[in-house]
């Protein structure tokens, strides 16, 4: 992933950036002086706007393509429902798997509240913090001692919620759904609250006067708004919240969650489930990935849709939160490079601000690949600790496709855009297929053939291999 613009600055659909100089503790105008050519940094500008799918489904000739898919799709799952009925007696493809993906769902909600709970505790903690903080000499040791032990204590906080969050997990046996939807959700209230001590803190440090909008009842907001970056005020929609729009959202939701079962069910997971139980060949398992490479592009798609659009969309309306840039047009990419940063405005946002930057300015100054590295690394390695809370097991399959395939697709070039973008759409369906592909076999590896309780030892080491795959 890189950080770089490789598209001109006045994209229409672009985030707006201004000239500011860095919040970072350091001295940013000797920063400046050192490496002169990086003066300016951007930085988010909120403003009221739509998200760029609302914007396009205005078109009507967007709309109709967009009724074209949905129609093709409901005919997809009526088939599929008539060829269960007719050939084996029941209907319940896509819906078992429903079932079992979001088994134990309350247990989920509990484990939840605590982990939103303790989160909640962090405003407080930071207050007591900041008020003694005051009362200490400058550049004391007692001050000093003071600011290693919230530092400590906040490392803490999150490791502990990082362990509770994979221990709940297995202990109440949550679907793959909600393990998922546990990881995102613990990986987000880490990040929500380093924002809030990040761009609060230097503050504190210089004796500014805490502004009055900084109470909890704005911290709270902040920690349901869809957006990571905290600030001390967002663009509001006026007037009353647009139920039958939010209602729309969460009917489109469901109907997304079921089209993903259909498509998993009839794909991967009848084209894998004997694996461990018979021999497999390589180039068994190669015709997988390139078949089902198309149903992964699906996959991807709806998954891209139920939560950066419905989701981030239905929540914005809900709280009045006007900004809804949550993405931006990344399928018009024509190199990994825009479409890492694209696809997902809302974490590339926090990556850039709090990783990349504070890497650049204050850790390494002035190194710009290594702060990329380090911001590769951390999104990749996040990603696999959601997808090992999800799937029961820890495979590096993230690290391996974003850190180092992603690093180098990065660096890769096309003069001409519509090979670009073929070239894209192409490699990212055949990546998110192998990715699929690789967890399902690891999956029934351990369920058919090595049948083993679950350790540290084997939580980290993969099993597949020990399945027969001839060649």
């Not at 429902?81 to 319940?92: C, K, M, P, T």
């Not at 429903?98 to 134990?104: A, L, M, S, T, W």
């Not at 950066?308 to 939160?321: G, K, P, Q, V």
């Not at 993405?327 to 809302?346: G, P, V």
Request: charged share 15%.
């Amino acid at each position: 992933m890189s950080l770089q613009d490789d598209q001109p600055k006045n994209h229409t659909m672009d985030e707006r950036y201004l000239s500011t100089l860095s919040p970072c503790s350091c001295d940013y105008s000797e920063f400046c002086r050192k490496f002169p050519e990086e003066e300016e940094v951007r930085v988010k500008v909120f403003e009221s706007r739509e998200s760029v799918l609302t914007e396009l489904f205005r078109n009507k000739h967007i709309l109709a393509i967009y009724r074209m898919f949905v129609a093709l799709i409901v005919g997809t799952c009526i088939n599929t429902l008539l060829h269960d009925y007719f050939y084996n007696e029941q209907i319940g493809t896509g819906y078992r798997l429903i079932i079992k993906v979001f088994r134990n769902f309350h247990a989920f909600v509990i484990a939840w509240i605590c982990a939103f709970s303790i989160t909640l505790c962090v405003y407080p903690a930071f207050q007591v913090w900041g008020a003694v903080r005051l009362h200490l000499l400058p550049k004391s040791n007692h001050l000093l001692l003071w600011d290693k032990l919230w530092m400590v204590i906040y490392v803490l906080y999150a490791t502990t919620i990082l362990y509770c969050s994979v221990w709940a997990t297995f202990r109440y046996d949550f679907g793959y759904a909600l393990g998922g939807a546990t990881g995102c959700e613990t990986t987000r209230l880490i990040m929500k609250s380093y924002a809030f001590i990040r761009t609060c803190a230097p503050d504190i440090v210089k004796h500014v006067k805490v502004k009055s909008s900084r109470n909890f009842s704005h911290y709270v907001y902040f920690l349901f708004a869809p957006t990571l970056l905290y600030r001390d005020s967002y663009p509001r929609s006026k007037g009353s919240i647009r139920w039958h729009l939010v209602i729309n959202y969460f009917i489109e939701l469901i109907a997304a969650i079921v089209l993903c079962s259909f498509v998993y069910q009839t794909t991967y997971i009848s084209q894998l489930e004997d694996f461990g139980l018979r021999p497999y060949r390589l180039a068994d398992i190669v015709m997988i990935v390139l078949r089902n490479a198309p149903y992964a592009m699906l996959t991807s798609l709806l998954l891209f849709y139920l939560l950066l659009h419905l989701w981030s969309n239905a929540f914005a309306e809900m709280l009045h939160f006007s900004d809804r840039l949550f993405y931006q047009d990344w399928w018009t990419s024509t190199s990994f490079e825009r479409y890492y940063r694209t696809w997902n405005s809302i974490v590339y946002d926090w990556l850039y601000k709090y990783i990349y930057r504070d890497f650049y300015e204050v850790v390494l100054p002035g190194n710009k690949t290594a702060a990329k590295i380090v911001v590769i690394f951390i999104s990749a390695l996040f990603h696999d600790y959601i997808s090992a809370n999800a799937i029961g097991f820890f495979l590096p399959t993230f690290v391996i496709q974003f850190f180092v395939l992603g690093s180098i697709m990065a660096q890769v070039k096309f003069s001409n855009r519509t090979v670009g973008n073929v070239v894209l759409w192409y490699s990212l369906a055949v990546g998110a297929s192998c990715m699929y592909t690789i967890n399902g076999l690891e999956y029934y590896c351990r369920l058919n053939y090595v049948k083993e309780n679950l350790t540290v030892y084997n939580f980290f080491v993969p099993t597949l291999f020990q399945c027969d795959i001839t060649f």
